[in-house]
């Protein structure tokens, strides 16, 4: 199971609290104004430090800028206060800095000054500017791909505590990127991550123990920290959630509890909690049945390229289940799958070239859709390959698997 590494993960984010400095009373008033909400004394005790050259004051001063406290929200007046600041060496300024040109947030996009901002706060020890300045290496980004410092970037913050480091670091040992492949140290640095509330160690943590891989297999536990994930807003954690309600792994199976969590992951755009939706629908699990309902949620999947959904809405369309039947709207929708390497839906798309239904009767392409599915695992586009070849002659099966062997996921056929 690889886990995908994300460039900075939750510390893409600008910090936005105010900094004190030790021993500055003005500092320190103008940071209790700002708790309290009183905004107008902040930026009143603020400004003529910042004017005069302090480092924290033009900090503090940038980030009432760049949320809009006490002033007109201005993020290119942040900038150029985080600026003042970060060259003064100012750790928080510099990381800020960074992260506007990493995602060219009111400045010009350039990884050389995200990478160079985020390594003079990374080199004073800011743990989410150690943390990002290793995505950089770990994407090549302003750098040649190195994941040996990408690994040791991530490790200085991860000691520190900082959970996002925890996690891409857990994922480097896992992966073995940088360093030799060990899931027992990359699952350690992914429950750090997790126990800290990361939901997307959480999540992880959870197909761990579905998997089984690095863990004994438990669904119990798979349930507690994809709840965990689930209540702290992933998406993915409410999709996973959803699934185990579903299936009854690790809790009583109960459609209703699955298709609450699913539809709370379909709404943040979750593909397979909407495909979810349109299965409970279709199944009439714990519902009355509606097809249309289904083939709704379907829809919403596959327009957004989810195979699995593609293909359904592709059964949905062949036999009129919840919409006009219509074969050539289903073997548009077989193919899109297909394409992407689903063996059920090569093997419909087959189906209907055996038949003529949608798209010209051609035995040879029902032939080689049906052998690049039994290919792929599918029993019964084996006994379907099979039937379809006692209308061919041997040249016309060569020409067939000739097509089989060319074939590639993701072209168009």
């Not at 995505?135 to 991530?154: Q, S």
């Not at 193919?335 to 063996?343: E, F, V």
Request: proline share 3%.
């Amino acid at each position: 199971m690889k886990i995908a590494i994300r460039n900075g993960l939750a510390a893409i984010l600008l910090m936005s609290g105010l900094a004190m400095s030790a021993g500055a009373a003005p500092l320190d008033d103008a940071v209790a104004a700002g708790e309290k909400g009183d905004y107008a004394t902040a930026l009143r005790l603020l400004q003529p430090l910042a004017e005069q050259g302090d480092r924290v004051a033009q900090y503090d001063l940038g980030i009432m800028y760049f949320v809009g406290q006490g002033v007109t929200k201005d993020a290119t007046e942040a900038a150029n206060w985080f600026r003042k600041a970060a060259e003064q060496g100012e750790p928080g300024a510099q990381y800020n800095l960074g992260v506007m040109y990493d995602h060219g947030y009111r400045v010009a996009q350039s990884d050389a000054e995200a990478l160079k901002w985020y390594g003079e706060s990374a080199e004073q020890g800011y743990a989410l500017a150690q943390t990002n300045l290793g995505g950089m290496y770990d994407h090549g980004r302003g750098v040649p791909l190195d994941h040996v410092a990408a690994l040791n970037w991530y490790r200085k913050a991860a000691q520190q505590g900082f959970a996002p480091a925890q996690f891409n670091l857990g994922a480097m040992y896992i992966n073995g990127e940088g360093v030799a492949q060990d899931d027992a140290q990359g699952l350690d640095w992914c429950r750090k991550a997790a126990e800290q509330g990361l939901p997307l160690a959480e999540n992880y943590l959870g197909q761990v123990y579905v998997a089984g891989r690095s863990a004994p297999q438990d669904f119990a536990q798979a349930v507690t920290w994809f709840r965990r994930a689930a209540e702290h807003g992933s998406a993915d954690g409410q999709m996973n959630l959803g699934l185990r309600y579903d299936n009854g792994e690790g809790v009583a199976q109960n459609y209703a509890e699955a298709l609450k969590w699913y539809r709370l992951a379909a709404g943040q755009g979750s593909l397979g909690a909407a495909y979810g939706i349109g299965l409970i629908y279709d199944n009439g699990k714990g519902v009355a049945q509606d097809y249309a309902e289904a083939a709704n949620w379907y829809r919403k999947a596959a327009d957004a390229g989810f195979s699995p959904a593609q293909s359904n809405l592709g059964i949905m369309y062949e036999y009129g289940n919840g919409v006009p039947q219509d074969y050539a709207e289903a073997a548009s929708w077989y193919r899109k799958a297909a394409d992407t390497g689903l063996p059920i839906a090569q093997n419909n798309l087959g189906s209907l070239y055996s038949r003529g239904l949608g798209v010209p009767r051609d035995n040879i392409r029902a032939y080689q859709w049906f052998f690049i599915a039994a290919a792929h695992g599918a029993k019964e586009a084996e006994t379907n390959r099979d039937m379809v070849a006692k209308a061919l002659t041997p040249a016309e099966i060569a020409r067939a698997r000739q097509f089989a062997a060319e074939w590639k996921p993701g072209a168009a056929h």
